[in-house]
């Protein structure tokens, strides 16, 4: 079981930026990859962003260029620096972790989310 800190969300006006950060603890083993999904009002759960232990980051389209995923390893914590925001990007903001436990099952497990706003 996974359990999740995200904090960063919040209310800023277009153009500007926000940071969101996830942390992630319990029985997790080494190797994982750790991102952010968002879902709008009305709209699918989608990709923003990923990165592996590895350093390996994936990025989904609309966001490329604008927003840069880090993580940091030992703390199993992920950021997400969001620059440039647009309105379009209001969303909940969700931390996803996959991985495998210290008794070797995979976890896959997902956070309650953070709101992110951004008014035109």
């Known amino acids: 079981q996974v359990h999740f800190v995200e904090s960063g969300g919040g209310l800023v006006q277009a153009g500007g930026s926000l940071t969101l950060s996830c942390a992630a603890s319990g029985n997790i083993a080494g190797g994982w990859t750790m991102g952010w999904y968002r879902q709008a009002p009305g709209k699918e759960r989608e990709l923003v962003a990923t990165?592996?232990?590895?350093?390996?980051?994936e990025y989904s389209a609309s966001v490329k260029g604008r927003f840069s995923i880090s993580g940091d390893n030992p703390k199993t914590t992920v950021y997400l620096q969001m620059n440039n925001l647009k309105p379009e990007d209001t969303a909940l903001y969700y931390c996803h972790f996959r991985g495998t436990s210290i008794w070797e099952m995979n976890i896959d497990a997902w956070g309650r989310g953070t709101q992110v706003t951004i008014s035109s």
């Open positions: 990165i592996t232990t590895d350093g390996v980051t």
